[in-house]
């Protein structure tokens, strides 16, 4: 590795195995090795280290056993029977077993041969240990608690290129021998030959490794070597990966991914299968050798299914259970990592000490559904992710993490294709910027998107900073418009129960909660081309005429909506030093939002808004006002038909700028021609002491042969306790204000139609019909006449 020290695969050994009982004139390393040639049989095991050391000793018992798990419970409880014989089996080892096995055969034991036999059998194919095969291409680390078992011949390959043979011995030790440089065995080679399709695959492979170097690193060159079933398996080794340390005075660190072992093939097509075996424990060191973490992954898996024509991950499935990262320093790659604080600025204070997560699935399927074109999703989940602090202080807790994007209709092919253009600007700029936006939105396809986050809380470092989500939820979309293949909808929202957080100090805090909020915005007919036309025209004249904007405006967008809503929202300020404590608060609030057809001329509207349960805070609001301002709001429309058509007409709007024409003659000809309507089924407007009420239509007419054109309208208003309300506003008027109102409610409660009500208080009710010529009737009475004098 260049710049880090060859410390990571251990120190050099003056004998080969030791504790697998090899005695040899020649000598091998401890190390890390690669598998070059196999011919055999051979496993090798790992385990516990004492109970390993233990086995080289030949100390090994059913007590042991039994203290590291590694005995099946028939065997404990023939160790328990045979007590009452006076055999202590649990002390026994394979020559006391065997004994006993003789006495149970000749009937001086009263016990099972059958079990005896299987429980020696476990003790002299050491089948208490984990044991692997050993393949072609495979790394493999030595020590002197390898362990073997089979028989063959293998060639070895260490980091420097020194290869040796080795081979089973011939006498009753386990273990293997180091073979003469002249003796019979295997010959090493300088590699085997590879078909032409693997060939050409393992030089792109070699390709894509060096363009990442830098970040990547790697000190020996790497082998292909054919397992023989038309697989085939390379080993990263001395390979290791930049991971920059968020700590001054570290300039680089790096992840040794010692012991990576890459099975691909068959190569039957195009989608070569591959599996990827990951090392269990990695750590975090500096280019010094120095250990910064240790990382400790639980059974990592990962496989898939490489395109190898579209250069792209098909399918992707990693596994990961119950993993963490420890950080720490150890003077050497192997040491034990000790706490960050004795070790000074090395770590970052404010930077975790312990990453643990209990799993994490990542999958990603795309399937060909003909043509070229992919769809499938890409999936992500994290469960129970737990972070402390350097002071070992929770910094955050997660117990769910899930994120799932669903591709749909995307040509890889192409998507290749553009891929490489980009890669040299010069061609790219050749092309059509037309044609190119066109090839890439039909490549992309579209894709949805949603990320969910449940119980999810962030400790901050003072004691009042917190964060607090029961339950999250964010989604976004990109996909085909029904306006065209062109047309894109896109959307994006967040959804939110149980949100809290909390800031300040001992003296000021600031807390707010909340049960349910939402919000989500959509934009739908997005033409992408007439955004590349605007952004052309700007760049080619430094400006957009307003002319060119306004006659492009209804081929930009088809249509928009927002909506939000917010429940049982509260914040509270606390003042530790004044006593003093504030609360505000929305009880509820919800607003939609949609324009729609705007790309044609006569848009549509509609609207949906409430809110209630508002409190603010202490001294914000004026006592006075606070009684003008209504607790509830309620609001609903409907708008058919909107006059905007004009405005992509430059003739119209130059006539207006210029005076030429009359803005009410041009707006009246625009709600006739375009039929408009307007429906408010409600408005409420809620105060401490009444209410006020409005429902009704609006529409336009086209004049028949005996009058002219108008717009008309019809409307319910009812008002609630008319004199409490009108309260308010004396208290606030001077004299002359006071007697204008006082005559303005007189004249309401003229005009007005007072029913009985079940509701307390005074009802008083209006039916208004009115339209463009003047004409304004109140409960049948008709108020122009009144109108007209008071104007004059």
Do not use: C
């Amino acid at each position: 590795m260049v710049g880090i020290r060859t410390g990571w695969t251990g120190s050099v050994a003056a004998g080969f195995l030791l504790a697998a009982g090899l005695a040899s004139a020649q000598e091998l390393s401890q190390g890390r090795y690669q598998v070059l040639e196999l011919e055999g049989d051979l496993e090798w095991a790992s385990g516990p280290s004492e109970l390993i050391s233990m086995e080289s000793r030949e100390q090994v018992t059913l007590r042991a056993l039994r203290a590291f798990g590694r005995l099946p419970e028939e065997f404990s409880r023939l160790a328990l029977d045979l007590r009452g014989q006076g055999v202590d089996l649990f002390s026994a080892g394979p020559e006391e077993v065997r004994a006993l096995l003789e006495q149970a055969r000749s009937g001086d034991l009263r016990a099972d041969p059958a079990t005896l036999e299987a429980l020696l059998a476990l003790l002299q194919e050491r089948d208490y240990l984990d044991w692997e095969p050993l393949r072609p291409g495979e790394a493999l680390t030595l020590t002197d608690e390898t362990r073997f078992r089979g028989q063959g011949q293998l060639v070895l390959e260490d980091a420097s290129g020194e290869r040796q043979r080795l081979a089973t011995r011939d006498d009753d030790r386990h273990g293997l021998r180091v073979m003469p440089a002249d003796g019979p065995g295997l010959e090493p080679e300088e590699g085997p030959v590879l078909p032409e399709r693997v060939a050409q695959w393992w030089s792109d492979w070699n390709q894509r490794l060096e363009a990442l170097q830098g970040p990547l690193q790697m000190d020996a060159p790497q082998q292909l070597v054919p397992l023989g079933d038309g697989r085939f398996q390379t080993s990263l080794t001395s390979v290791a990966v930049m991971a920059p340390w968020p700590t001054v005075g570290i300039a680089t660190s790096w992840v040794p991914l010692d012991g990576v072992t890459v099975t691909v093939g068959p190569f039957a097509d195009e989608r070569i299968p591959f599996q990827v075996s990951l090392p269990s424990e990695v750590s975090v060191l500096t280019e010094d050798g120095e250990r910064l973490a240790r990382v400790d992954l639980n059974a990592p898996r990962l496989e898939g299914l490489w395109a190898d024509d579209l250069g792209v991950m098909l399918e992707t499935r990693f596994t990961m259970g119950p993993s963490s990262m420890i950080v720490g320093y150890g003077p050497s790659p192997d040491a034990q990592v000790d706490h960050p604080r004795d070790h000074g600025q090395r770590f970052d204070p404010e930077s975790p000490r312990r990453i643990a997560l209990d799993a994490m699935d990542v999958t990603l399927d795309l399937q060909d559904a003909g043509a070229g074109i992919f769809s499938g999703p890409l999936a992500l989940e994290i469960k129970g992710l737990d972070v402390l602090s350097m002071a070992d202080q929770s910094m955050v807790t997660l117990g769910r993490l899930a994120f799932n994007a669903d591709y749909q209709g995307m040509d890889l092919a192409t998507l290749a294709s553009l891929s490489d253009q980009a890669a040299t600007p010069e061609q790219l700029m050749e092309q059509d910027p037309a044609e190119l936006l066109a090839s890439t939105l039909k490549a992309m396809g579209g894709f949805e998107s949603t990320m969910e986050v449940s119980d999810l809380f962030i400790n901050g470092p003072e004691d009042y900073q917190f964060f607090r989500l029961t339950e999250g939820r964010a989604r976004s979309g990109f996909v085909p418009s029904a306006q065209g293949e062109l047309h894109r909808d896109l959307w994006a929202g967040v959804a939110v129960e149980g949100w809290s957080f909390g800031d300040g100090d001992r003296r000021e805090q600031v807390q707010f909660e909340m049960k349910s909020a939402s919000m989500e915005g959509r934009l739908s007919g997005v033409s992408s081309m007439a955004l590349l036309h605007l952004g052309m025209q700007s760049m080619m004249t430094g400006e957009l005429e307003d002319e060119v904007l306004l006659g492009m405006a209804r081929e930009i967008l088809g249509g928009l909506s927002v909506t939000m809503s917010l429940d049982d929202a509260r914040g509270v300020f606390v003042d530790d030093r004044e006593g003093a404590r504030e609360e505000a608060g929305v009880g509820s609030f919800h607003l939609n939002l949609a324009l729609e057809n705007l790309d044609g001329p006569a848009p549509d509207l509609s609207m949906d808004y409430a809110h209630a349960g508002v409190v603010p805070f202490d001294g914000m609001v004026p006592p006075v006002l606070a009684s003008l301002l209504p607790e509830g709001v309620a609001l609903e429309l409907k708008a058919k038909g909107l006059p905007t058509g004009f405005l992509a007409d430059a003739g119209v709007v130059e006539g207006l700028q210029a005076g030429r024409l009359d803005p009410m003659v041009v707006l009246l000809e625009q709600l006739i021609g375009n039929d408009s309507r307007l429906d408010i089924p409600n408005v409420t407007l809620g105060f401490p002491d009444g209410q006020i009420r409005v429902s009704g239509r609006g529409w336009a007419e086209k004049a028949d042969e005996a009058g002219p054109d108008r717009v008309s309208g019809e409307w319910d208003l009812s008002i609630h306790n008319l004199d409490a309300l009108v309260e308010p506003l004396l208290a606030m008027a001077g004299e002359d204000e006071r007697r204008q109102i006082n005559a303005t409610v007189v004249m309401l409660k003229m005009l007005a139609e007072t029913p009985e009500s079940e509701e307390p208080g005074s009802l008083h009710q209006y039916h208004i019909q009115a339209d463009s010529l003047g004409q304004i009737r109140v409960n049948g009475n008709d108020l122009a006449p009144l109108l007209d004098g008071l104007n004059r």
